[in-house]
């Protein structure tokens, strides 16, 4: 497959698209090279601009490297509990329905100590969006085992990589809140390819617009990239997200 | 002044309807009432005990009664520890057969046959007004026509057609208890 | 003035939302159900919004985000169950959330709980403990003013008699006096303005407006809380005068306290008593110049001795505290035991004053 080369900044249009920042964006992120979250954060701001919602956006921000995107997120923020966000979400929206709220959560947050609050919100068709940047290993504490890691990968915590006798085997989020009725879209994209890039942006659209719609509840799972859990090179980080975490969870969307 | 009225029984027979219906009169009669509800898990069998206190003003007395001026006693399973905390002389409302009137030697007893009261009044399964009925006209602690709208105010919807028959329930209950009452000459309250 | 028949957890729910609470999020637990079911019930009507929680955890947090948004909002238990949301009421404590949390307890085994907390940080949560339902509904109302006033979680702290004893009360909205804005609530106007709110523990606020961080934020946090203590600490008391002998309790165990007292005082003992109000702040001046002529002063309440602590803490004499209350539960588990009962606690007392207990 193609890999983009990031050892020398792109020159040209590709360099104007590379240094355009959404005006929501305030400073630069600080995390590590090859990351994956910082791209879809650059979406989802771009998306709220784009659908004209920015100024009654609320977002809920749990724990993991993109809870440091509160300080450089120009919107309205709630840093919560790591895993509640859907539950703060759900206090937020129901008293303040005009909003548009989100939420924003790693697999850690979202999959591992926070499963019970998603999948509650799904089945309430709780008119919220909420975001998970799934990247398969806790990376704030460095790279180690989620209830995402796929079987076979090595983290700090399956040093042998990931076995389903002695680990279990991985959560799918968005399969799981797709079977709830009340979820009205579910989607999975990434951020390892501009062709996903591209798609995943246009999921994080519906998403909202299914919020808007008052239709339901709506979930994006982005798979994004954590070389540094991962333990490989920056420029890996994409073909490792393809020949690993894709195979075990199939972008596209489930429930529109 | 605070009168208290405890109200004991057996799941089944009304105990705590009675005492809301009691409570309830009070308060639209605008005066300050207090009932406290003390029952097994059971809906029916086993023991049911409430306590009501009215009062002119804000009421001294504490929710688990330290003593209590007044009783019903539609059974005599349970009764022991509610009957050892009544004042000498008040007035109690016994459930003839059930409750043998000569057990309580210490207070103004006034017996009811409540099943055959509310058997004869076309209301069978309104023991517990039947008593109530008795017990009000006894000590005249609010208007009997209080008694008959709170008893309305006080049936969930899907019962509201015993509304007459418990209202005939408490009329016969007062009516069962007035010979008695004049034996006694005077009225207690 | 018309009074309604109401079961106290009614009452305080009714109470609650004449306040202007408008969100209500709770899991059904023995005796806090019936307070979650009268919201459920109630507030619909006025315009808000109660929901059936999927647990304690996800309740408090959609209690704290209503709260962010600017609403009155509030949550509730049992002490088991407020075991389980100390994580949230210690982040409402220290993002300053201003979060009702009503406790109908089974017992006064959660004064520690309450006074003391199980989150983690430097905080503290002011803590009302009503003696009877027309305080109870005057608390429910506190509540929210005191948490308004000073951004912080407020634990109302009831019980089975307060929740299940029907009583005739009236329901007013109660002034306490006027409020900060909450300038600070999210409501999304000002996002992409450059000026977007933050609500966060750690306050590090946006790249382009520094926030103070923790150590200052903290620091900030612990200084309200020393000042909250300064001003809201409450208390009531009777004949410490002339009293030789002072009972202190808390909740509706004082209520008790003051019949019997009333009673020992007919018979001529010279015994007054005192009740803290707020359990926290604890009025501690008050207590060391009410004890400060007092040849005894007894502690009950119905646990094991957790009040004792901050008795002990602020008596003018340690030595003349003694405790004599106790464990005392119910068989069902959910209500108090015989320990809450006039004569039984009279004969404590009496004991406790070293004269024959009378009959």
Redesign the interface.
């Known amino acids: 497959m193609t890999v983009i080369d990031t050892s020398q900044p792109p020159a040209g249009p590709a360099r104007r698209v590379a240094e355009a920042r959404p005006?929501?964006l305030?400073?630069e992120h600080s995390l590590c090279p090859g990351c994956g979250e910082p791209i879809a954060l650059r979406l989802l701001l771009e998306v709220?601009?784009e659908l004209d919602v920015?100024?009654?956006?609320?977002g809920?921000v749990g724990h993991g490297c993109y809870g440091s995107f509160?300080?450089?997120?120009?919107?309205?923020?709630?840093?919560?509990?790591h895993g509640?966000a859907p539950?703060?979400?759900?206090?937020?929206k129901?008293?303040?329905p005009d909003?548009?709220v989100f939420t924003l959560q790693g697999d850690g947050d979202m999959a591992n100590e926070g499963l019970?609050?998603v999948l509650?919100a799904a089945a309430?068709g709780e008119k919220i969006t909420c975001i998970m940047l799934n990247n398969g290993v806790f990376g704030d504490t460095g790279g180690q085992l989620t209830a995402t890691t796929v079987l076979g990968q090595r983290t700090k915590t399956s040093l042998a990589g990931r076995d389903a006798r002695e680990h279990g085997y991985p959560i799918p989020v968005a399969e799981l809140v797709a079977g709830l009725r009340g979820a009205a879209y579910v989607a999975r994209g990434a951020v390892s390819t501009p062709g996903a890039v591209v798609q995943t942006k246009r999921m994080l659209t519906r998403a909202f617009e299914t919020q808007l719609a008052g239709a339901g509840f709506s979930l994006v799972e982005i798979l994004t990239m954590c070389p540094t859990g991962w333990f490989v090179p920056a420029r890996e980080g994409p073909g490792y997200l393809g020949d690993s975490m894709e195979r075990v969870y199939p972008l596209g969307e489930l429930t529109t | 002044m605070e009168r208290e009225l405890v109200v004991t029984g057996i799941g089944g027979q009304g105990i705590q309807l009675l005492a809301?219906t009691l409570?309830?009169a009070?308060?639209r009669e605008?005066?300050?009432?207090?009932?406290?509800?003390d029952y097994g898990?059971e809906m029916r069998g086993g023991p049911s005990k409430a306590s009501v206190v009215i009062g002119d003003g804000?009421?001294?007395a504490?929710?688990?009664l330290?003593s209590a001026w007044s009783a019903i006693v539609a059974h005599h399973r349970f009764s022991e520890p509610v009957l050892a905390r009544l004042r000498p002389g008040g007035p109690v409302i016994v459930n003839r057969p059930l409750v043998d009137p000569a057990s309580l030697p210490h207070m103004t007893v006034y017996d009811v046959d409540a099943a055959a009261v509310a058997a004869a009044a076309d209301a069978p399964h309104a023991i517990g007004f039947v008593l109530l009925g008795a017990y009000n006209a006894v000590t005249r602690l609010v208007a009997p026509e209080s008694l008959v709208s709170a008893m309305e105010e006080v049936l969930p919807p899907y019962r509201k057609q015993y509304a007459e028959a418990n209202a005939r329930a408490l009329a016969a209950g007062a009516d069962a208890v007035r010979p008695q009452l004049e034996r006694a000459g005077e009225v207690v309250a | 003035m018309?009074?309604?028949?109401l079961e106290g957890s009614e009452a305080i729910a009714a109470s609650a939302i004449a306040a202007g609470c408008?969100?209500f999020?709770g899991y059904p637990m023995s005796p806090f159900t019936g307070l979650l079911e009268s919201m459920s019930r109630l507030l619909p009507a006025a315009g808000g919004?109660c929901?059936n929680?999927?647990?304690e955890?996800?309740?408090v947090?959609?209690?704290?985000?209503?709260?962010?948004?600017?609403?009155r909002?509030a949550t509730g238990s049992c002490g088991q169950g407020i075991a389980l949301m100390q994580?949230?009421i210690a982040?409402a404590a220290l993002?300053e959330t201003p979060l009702v949390v009503f406790n109908m307890a089974r017992n006064q085994q959660d004064y520690f709980q309450a006074t003391r907390g199980g989150g983690w940080g430097d905080y503290r949560t002011i803590t009302l403990a009503p003696k009877n339902i027309?305080e109870a509904v005057e608390h429910a109302q506190l509540a929210f003013h005191l948490a308004d006033k000073h951004r912080a979680p407020v634990i109302f702290y009831g019980d089975p008699?307060l929740a299940?004893?029907?009583?005739?009360v009236e329901i007013r909205p109660l002034d306490f006096g006027p409020l900060p804005p909450k300038d600070w609530a999210?409501?999304?106007?000002?996002?992409?303005?450059?000026k977007?709110?933050?609500?966060?523990?750690?306050a590090?606020?946006?790249?382009?407006q520094p926030g103070p961080g923790p150590d200052r934020h903290w620091k900030a946090i612990a200084a309200k809380f020393d000042a909250i203590a300064e001003v809201e600490a409450r208390h009531e008391q009777r004949y410490v005068e002339d009293a030789e002998t002072l009972v202190v309790a808390f909740g509706?165990a004082a209520?008790?306290v003051e019949?019997v007292v009333e009673e020992l005082r007919a018979d001529g003992h010279r015994i007054g008593w005192f009740r803290p109000v707020t359990l926290w702040p604890f009025p501690g001046a008050a207590l060391a110049q009410a004890t400060a002529g007092t040849r005894r002063v007894l502690v009950f309440e119905l646990n094991a001795g957790q009040m004792l602590d901050d008795v002990l803490i602020h008596a003018a004499d340690r030595s003349a505290v003694h405790f004599i209350g106790g464990v005392s539960i119910a068989e069902?588990g959910l209500a108090f035991g015989e320990l809450?009962?006039?004569?039984v606690i009279r004969d404590r007392i009496l004991a406790a004053l070293g004269r024959e207990t009378r009959s």
């Open positions: 005006s929501l305030l400073g709220l601009q920015v100024q009654r956006s609320i809920v509160v300080r450089i997120m120009d919107v309205d923020v709630l840093q919560c509990l509640r539950a703060c979400a759900t206090g937020i129901r008293v303040r909003c548009v019970h609050e509650h309430r | 809301k409570a309830l009070a308060t605008g005066r300050y009432a207090m009932l406290s509800a898990g804000p009421l001294r504490l929710p688990v330290a | 018309t009074l309604e028949l408008r969100f999020a919004v929901l929680a999927a647990s955890i996800e309740g947090n959609m209690a704290l985000g209503a709260a962010a948004a600017g609403a909002a994580e949230t982040e993002n027309p008699l299940q004893t029907r009583v005739g999210l409501d999304g106007t000002r996002s992409g303005t450059g977007s709110r933050q609500i966060w523990t750690w590090m606020g946006k790249a382009t509706t209520t008790f019949y069902s809450m009962d006039a004569p």
